[in-house]
């Protein structure tokens, strides 16, 4: 990027309000970034390939998380000033969990958005005292070390939504 380009753009970011005129602090739960998208897909070495193939995408991590029902690979898109950002590929374990439901309601898709916060815990209690039903109350152990909760979709506009406290590096 060129020097007035690189001016530019941070000039347009610099100006971008982050919080909403009139809310306090306390009542405003920070997303920094979007973590990652989570894609329901029913064989994961294939989806992986094509990411690959496809967009030039590098696998970071695989992990089998029985606790979440999915086998799944984390894919680096980019790095940002808040942390980086993923592709999450999600294979059911088996039919009778998250992922296994939402492939045969709706087949191969995005099935998440994982937003990033700084503190899991606060944003779960200040997300709470609105009125959106926490899916977990404590958070669980996510990819990469991450600490994690759901918000239920239907709450929030028929998006399942995860909030994601990545490990410190
Ligand atoms: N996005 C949007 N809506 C969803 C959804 C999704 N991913 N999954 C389910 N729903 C909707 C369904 O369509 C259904 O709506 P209708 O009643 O209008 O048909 C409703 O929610 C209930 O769905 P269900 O199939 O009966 O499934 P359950 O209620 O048993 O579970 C949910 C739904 C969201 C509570 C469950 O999937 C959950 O707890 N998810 C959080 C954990 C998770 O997804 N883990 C895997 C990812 C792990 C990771 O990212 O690390
Ligand atoms: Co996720």
Do not use: W
């Amino acid at each position: 990027m060129d020097r007035d380009l690189r001016r530019m753009v941070g000039a347009t970011f610099a100006n971008i309000p982050t919080r909403k005129p009139g809310l306090s602090r306390e009542a405003i739960v920070m997303l920094t970034r979007i973590d990652h998208v989570g894609i329901a897909c029913h064989d994961l070495e294939e989806k992986i390939a094509f990411y690959e193939s496809t967009f030039g995408l590098l696998v970071v991590s695989r992990e089998v998380n029985e606790q979440q029902g999915v086998k799944e690979a984390m894919l680096h898109v980019a790095d940002g000033p808040a942390g980086a950002s993923y592709v999450q590929l999600l294979e059911p374990l088996n039919p009778d969990t998250p992922v296994g439901k939402f492939l045969v309601k709706r087949g191969e898709g995005v099935h998440h958005i994982g937003y990033g916060v700084d503190d899991v815990v606060a944003a779960l209690e200040s997300i709470g005292g609105t009125g959106v039903r926490l899916l977990d109350e404590r958070p669980r152990h996510g990819s990469m070390g991450a600490s994690i909760a759901f918000l239920h979709p239907k709450d929030v506009g028929g998006v399942l939504t995860e909030l994601v406290q990545a490990k410190p590096r």
